[in-house]
């Protein structure tokens, strides 16, 4: 099993719909990252995040600690919301490194 | 500040040849790190380094793999004999300290034919 878990892996919805994607982990963190990836290009970190919950334009993002879980909201999606986005952590400690999980394919259309 | 810089993007090699990637974090960063990616799959931890320090390596780094960071600053990552099993995107990160914001390169993808 995979230290941090994704749902959905893909994900198609319709232009203007509010979207979800959800992130579990299994280990002790001191912060989590949501990642979008386009097609070909490089990783963009959209948020980090330690607790509480955040707010860019039309993405939110929460975090429960205690239930280890996170997820990505988009709100009014768009075409161009159309990427892989990535939940990785922080594990604890000063060596740690970031863990990623398999990522959600999100396709938004017309 | 031009971000995380890696060369080549794209590398096309034979089997049982060795290829070097080239990672050139942004400045004032001190901790580096490279990462594999394979078609539909997240990133997979290599290796980072603090400063000059390799400070962890991953059992998927084998023995054909090799990294450097010699001054701190850039760091090049050699792949001796490659197999097709070697084909992915090869990803560089950088960040200023543990649990701060983090810094991706474009990726190199390589292709072992």
């Known amino acids: 099993k995979n230290e941090v878990e994704q749902s959905p892996q893909n994900l198609t919805a319709q232009e203007g719909e509010f979207i979800t994607i959800n992130c579990s982990y299994s280990?002790?963190?001191?912060?989590l990252h949501w990642l979008q990836q386009h097609p070909g290009g490089g990783i963009v970190s959209l948020f980090m995040?330690?607790?509480g919950k955040k707010k860019h334009g039309r993405l939110i993002a929460t975090i429960n600690i205690q239930e280890k879980h996170s997820s990505l909201h988009i709100t009014a999606s768009h075409p161009r919301d159309s990427a892989v986005y990535i939940c990785?952590?922080?594990?604890?400690?000063?060596?740690?490194?970031?863990?990623f999980g398999t990522g959600t394919r999100l396709q938004v259309t017309l | 500040d031009t971000g995380v810089s890696q060369n080549p993007r794209h590398k096309i090699t034979k089997r049982g040849q060795n290829v070097t990637f080239r990672c050139d974090p942004i400045?004032?960063?001190?901790?580096l790190y490279w990462y594999r990616q394979t078609l539909g799959q997240g990133p997979e931890f290599l290796t980072y380094?603090?400063?000059?320090?390799?400070?962890?390596k991953s059992r998927l780094l084998s023995d054909r793999f090799s990294a450097e960071r010699p001054k701190g600053s850039f760091s090049t990552l050699e792949i001796q004999r490659t197999e097709q099993g070697d084909s992915a995107m090869y990803l560089c990160?950088?960040?200023?300290?543990?649990?701060?914001?983090?810094?991706f390169g474009s990726g190199t993808r390589l292709t072992v034919v």
């Open positions: 990160a950088s960040s200023l300290v543990v649990t701060s914001r983090i810094a």
């Open positions: 280990v002790g963190i001191s912060a």
């Open positions: 995040l330690s607790s």
């Open positions: 990785a952590v922080w594990g604890t400690g000063t060596a740690s490194k970031l863990t």
């Open positions: 400045s004032e960063h001190n901790r």
């Open positions: 380094f603090q400063n000059e320090a390799q400070l962890e």
